[in-house]
């Protein structure tokens, strides 16, 4: 089963979500890591998710023009 660089990205970022939900939670009701190292943690993770976001509209776009490219729509 071949999964492509796109499906693989994006399940990176439901990953993070998942992650960054669970710390959330747990921090709300058991209070297990200082609140500072807390928002540290969870701002990582929204940083590499917009660092994945990015990465996966760059291929798209490169992606997009090479078919037009391909198609001779474009020189």
Do not use: H
Request: proline share 0%.
């Amino acid at each position: 089963m071949s999964i492509s660089k796109n499906t693989l990205l994006v399940r990176m970022i439901v990953g993070l979500v998942v992650i960054a939900a669970a710390l959330l939670l747990v921090q709300l009701w058991f209070e297990s890591i200082s609140w500072i190292f807390f928002w540290k943690i969870l701002t990582t993770v929204v940083i590499l998710g917009v660092v994945i976001s990015f990465i996966i509209a760059v291929m798209a776009d490169f992606s997009g023009e090479k078919s037009m490219k391909d198609d001779k729509y474009l020189d």
